[in-house]
């Protein structure tokens, strides 16, 4: 409230510094006007009535005749009544000059002006019409201007928050997961216990530090794909066949971070558990040119629910991520023939991605 009031009380003041700047500048005028060693042609009691008439004409039409005619799209009706209240203002000046001789100025040599002297009060005021109302577009497009960067930025904080949430909840599904293979190594007594610890160091390290950024090169993405999966195979039956292709052009190609996993996780978690057949998971990145492309497919059970709705957390997360990160620049598809699942991802990237 308190700041309501102060950016009023800030207005007015504009106002009324821009009214006495525009009486300064009828003085100036006037003594511009005057010859040497002549009266100051400069009469106060007829400038104040033509400011305050004026004034009427300029407020009734940046309150009135503007947001109800101009801003409606009604030009030639606003025209036309723009200029009759300026010629009918113009007129009134003169009655009241013609009736009232105190508000006269003296170098009008007759009593009763003829109404020929509205012309020049006529140009003035269409004049201050023209000023006010072009100040009045420039403060509305800097106040749009205001809004939509203001909107924009907004946008984008929203953006980034939904952004560090998606990324916070990949963050503890993939740590949980790999925390419950060491344990169940450790509880074996397995030798393989501490280099199962190093390779989750260098896990986190990536996920810890390299992946505050909004992107990464792709080389860190593939190293740590190649590191996750030697973490998982350590936990599987050996039966269970893990291909990984990578064919990438250019490694510093940057990606969002930790896009790729939770689609593995869905692989492992639905793929390796079968009851009959030979369980596999492929996982395939390539690149061409801007456009990188990722498949994950693995054997399903029959028996099995549908792993879109049982994958948790993970499969939605990726769909919401890509929305948010590239929008209109990727191709996410779920294939599901009953025997394979399969996921495809294809993405813009780079240069010339738009």
Same mark, same amino acid.
């Given at each position: 409230?308190?700041?309501?009031?102060?950016?009023?009380?800030?207005?007015?003041?504009?106002?009324?510094?821009?009214?006495?700047?525009?009486?300064? $500048?009828?003085?100036?005028?006037?003594?511009?006007?005057?010859?040497?060693?002549?009266?100051?042609? $400069?009469?106060?009691?007829?400038?104040?009535?033509?400011?305050?008439?004026?004034?009427?004409?300029? !407020?009734?039409?940046?309150?009135?005749?503007?947001?109800?005619?101009? #801003?409606?799209?009604? !030009?030639?009706?606003?025209?036309?009544?723009?200029?009759?209240?300026?010629?009918?203002?113009?007129?009134?000046?003169?009655?009241?000059?013609?009736?009232?001789?105190? $508000?006269?100025?003296?170098?009008?040599?007759?009593?009763?002006?003829? !109404?020929?002297?509205?012309? /020049?009060?006529?140009?003035?005021?269409?004049?201050?019409?023209?000023?006010?109302?072009?100040?009045?577009?420039?403060?509305?497009?800097?106040?749009?201007? %205001?809004?939509?960067?203001?909107?924009?930025?907004?946008?984008?904080?929203?953006?980034?928050?939904? +952004?560090?949430?998606?990324?916070?909840?990949?963050? /503890?599904?993939?740590?949980?997961?790999?925390?419950?293979?060491?344990?169940?190594?450790?509880?074996?007594?397995? /030798?393989?216990?501490?280099?199962?610890?190093? %390779? +989750?160091?260098? =896990?986190?390290?990536?996920?810890?530090?390299?992946?505050?950024?909004?992107?990464?090169?792709?080389?860190? #993405?593939?190293?740590?794909?190649?590191?996750? =999966?030697?973490?998982?195979?350590?936990?599987?039956?050996?039966?269970?066949?893990?291909?990984?292709?990578? #064919?990438?052009?250019?490694?510093?190609?940057?990606?969002? /971070? =930790? +896009?790729?996993?939770?689609?593995?996780?869905?692989?492992?978690?639905?793929?390796?558990?079968?009851?009959?057949?030979?369980?596999?998971?492929?996982?395939?990145?390539?690149?061409?040119?801007?456009?990188?492309? $990722?498949?994950?497919? &693995?054997?399903?059970?029959?028996?099995?629910?549908?792993?879109?709705?049982?994958?948790?957390?993970?499969?939605? &997360?990726?769909?919401?991520?890509?929305?948010?990160? !590239?929008?209109?620049?990727?191709?996410?598809?779920?294939?599901?023939?009953?025997?394979?699942?399969?996921?495809? +991802?294809?993405?813009?990237?780079?240069?010339?991605?738009?």
């Amino acid at each position: 409230m308190l700041k309501r009031l102060k950016l009023q009380d800030n207005r007015i003041a504009l106002h009324l510094i821009f009214w006495s700047a525009f009486l300064a $500048f009828l003085f100036t005028i006037s003594l511009l006007r005057s010859n040497a060693g002549r009266e100051v042609d $400069f009469h106060l009691p007829f400038e104040l009535l033509h400011i305050a008439l004026t004034i009427l004409v300029v !407020y009734l039409n940046l309150r009135v005749l503007i947001p109800r005619l101009y #801003e409606q799209g009604k !030009y030639p009706l606003y025209g036309v009544v723009l200029l009759s209240t300026v010629v009918i203002n113009a007129f009134i000046i003169v009655a009241i000059i013609r009736f009232f001789p105190d $508000f006269k100025p003296p170098n009008i040599m007759h009593n009763r002006p003829s !109404y020929i002297f509205s012309i /020049p009060m006529i140009f003035m005021q269409l004049f201050m019409v023209g000023v006010t109302s072009a100040l009045h577009f420039m403060r509305a497009n800097l106040i749009l201007q %205001k809004e939509a960067l203001s909107h924009k930025d907004l946008e984008s904080s929203k953006l980034k928050a939904e +952004l560090d949430s998606l990324k916070a909840q990949v963050n /503890p599904h993939f740590l949980f997961n790999s925390l419950n293979n060491i344990y169940s190594h450790s509880l074996l007594e397995s /030798p393989q216990t501490p280099e199962l610890i190093l %390779k +989750l160091s260098g =896990l986190l390290n990536h996920i810890i530090y390299e992946c505050e950024d909004e992107e990464v090169p792709l080389e860190k #993405e593939m190293e740590f794909l190649t590191n996750y =999966l030697a973490l998982e195979k350590v936990r599987i039956d050996e039966s269970v066949q893990v291909n990984l292709k990578m #064919e990438v052009a250019d490694t510093s190609t940057q990606i969002a /971070p =930790l +896009l790729f996993v939770p689609l593995i996780e869905n692989a492992f978690k639905h793929g390796v558990n079968i009851s009959a057949g030979n369980p596999f998971i492929n996982i395939e990145l390539t690149q061409c040119e801007n456009h990188l492309t $990722f498949s994950c497919s &693995n054997l399903r059970d029959h028996f099995e629910g549908d792993p879109k709705s049982s994958g948790g957390i993970g499969l939605e &997360n990726v769909r919401k991520r890509l929305d948010l990160i !590239y929008p209109g620049k990727h191709q996410f598809e779920i294939k599901d023939d009953g025997n394979q699942f399969i996921v495809d +991802l294809s993405i813009s990237v780079g240069e010339g991605s738009s």
